[in-house]
Structures are given as structure tokens and as C-alpha cells.
């Protein structure tokens, strides 16, 4: 089974504070993503990444940035945390190629607050 | 530019009735269509798919999906729902010719199976 990981499940931070949430999956997929949940609107894509050390940016990557240094390894920074960034914080990632390359696989989730 | 609408914030049903969770989509050429499910505190779980072929796709679960070209939808089924089907749906679309795999959600439609 593919298995996505996310660092924590519940993180609590202040304003203006460095935060970073990783993700890990263990079966060699190219594609990683960064999604935020909130209620009525869904995920929305943050960032995603088709290789190590390529990203770009999704519908809403205001406020934050990425790093993947490694192909198994997908990190999502905010830089200066504020309120609004209070919210689920989902990873998934996807093959690039063969029968199962649409599917995208989930972690768990983060619920970050941002106090 | 890829969009899908979920019309249905809520969908409640009694055990044992039939379900149908409601989806359209707009793309500019073949969709590639899919459902996820999430439970409470969970990520969310891939369903079905419907890539190419015959326009009804089973998945997991007992659900099923019919694609539906003419009427751009995509809907959810389940011919006897269980209490244990009550989560959060969420329907997703991506263009064929769309680089990166990447998918737009819908903002999901919570359903209340009640006993």
C-alpha cells in the first residue's frame, strides 16, 4: 500500500513564527502536493512538485514556500505564520507514469493554529 | 481552466435507502474524473475514477459513479447506504492534456446516513 506521512497531526504556532510541515511517501512517486482544507472551499493547491528540486506554484501560494531535496520528501514552509493561515494541511502524491498516474495518494493531515 | 461543482452542502439519507452524492465539471477537453472520501480526522481516500471506456465506474466501498457527457456531471451512487458511508465527498476533475496530474476539488458534500 502507498503510504504518505505527515510530520504532525495537530500543531499549534504563534504569529510571525518559521513553521514547517513535512510529508514523506515511500513509493517513489514523482508527483508531490500541497493542499489546504477549509470548510466550503474544498483543497485548494498550494504548491506541487513533479521532480526533486522542481516545484510550482498552485492556485494559492501566497505566504508560503517549498523544498524538496529529496524525492520521497515534500516540505511546506511559512515563512512568518499569521491567522489566516489556520487551516487542514494536506500532502498527496502521484505517479508520474503508468495505470495509476491520476490517482493522487493522501497523508493524514496537519491542523495547524495559528495563534 | 478546469472547475467542478459540488451543488449539495449536505446530503442525508436513512441505512438501507439508496444515495447519490451530486457532481458537474467544466473542462476544455476530456475529463479525467474521480471521488474521494474523508472520514473525521482522516485524509481523504481515493474512491473511483473514470479515465476512458464504459460510463459507469465501480470503486470501492459498493459506490459507484456514472459519467455523464451531455449533462457534464459525474454523480456519486450507492444502491443501500450504511451508517458507516457518513463522511465527507469530495468529487475531483483534471483535463486530459493537463501537465502535472494536477486536480481541482470541489468543495465537498458531507453525508449524514442515519439509522
Known amino acids: 500500500d502507498v503510504k504518505v506521512t505527515q510530520s504532525s497531526r495537530y500543531l499549534v504556532k504563534r504569529t510571525g513564527e518559521k513553521v514547517f510541515l513535512e510529508c514523506v511517501q515511500d513509493?517513489?512517486?514523482?508527483?508531490m502536493f500541497w493542499y489546504r482544507q477549509d470548510p466550503g472551499l474544498g483543497l485548494r493547491l498550494i504548491y506541487f512538485s513533479y521532480d526533486v528540486k522542481m516545484k510550482e506554484k498552485g492556485d494559492i501560494p501566497e505566504g508560503y514556500s517549498v523544498s524538496r531535496e529529496k524525492k520521497e520528501r515534500f516540505s511546506l514552509i511559512l515563512e512568518s505564520a499569521s491567522t489566516n493561515q489556520t487551516s487542514m494541511y494536506l500532502c498527496a502524491s502521484s505517479p508520474r507514469a503508468g495505470w495509476d498516474t491520476d490517482t493522487q495518494y493522501f497523508g493524514p493531515g496537519t491542523r495547524l493554529t495559528v495563534l | 481552466a478546469q472547475s467542478v461543482a459540488q451543488p449539495e452542502d449536505q446530503v442525508n439519507v436513512a441505512e438501507g435507502n439508496p444515495l447519490t452524492v451530486k457532481c458537474t465539471y467544466s473542462?476544455?477537453?476530456?475529463?479525467?474524473l474521480f471521488w474521494y472520501v474523508q472520514y473525521p480526522n482522516r485524509g481523504l481516500q481515493f474512491l473511483l475514477k473514470y479515465i476512458t471506456g464504459d460510463n459507469l465506474v465501480k470503486g470501492s466501498y459498493g459506490f459507484e459513479a456514472e459519467f455523464n457527457k451531455s449533462q457534464t456531471s459525474f454523480h456519486l451512487k450507492k444502491p443501500s447506504a450504511l451508517v458507516s458511508d457518513s463522511a465527507l465527498y469530495f468529487c475531483?476533475?483534471?483535463?486530459?492534456?493537463?501537465?502535472?496530474?494536477?486536480?481541482?476539488f470541489g468543495g465537498g458534500t458531507r453525508l449524514m446516513v442515519k439509522p
Open positions: 473542462v476544455s477537453g476530456n475529463p479525467y
Open positions: 475531483a476533475v483534471r483535463e486530459e492534456n493537463n501537465a502535472g496530474n494536477m486536480l481541482t
Open positions: 513509493m517513489d512517486h514523482e508527483n
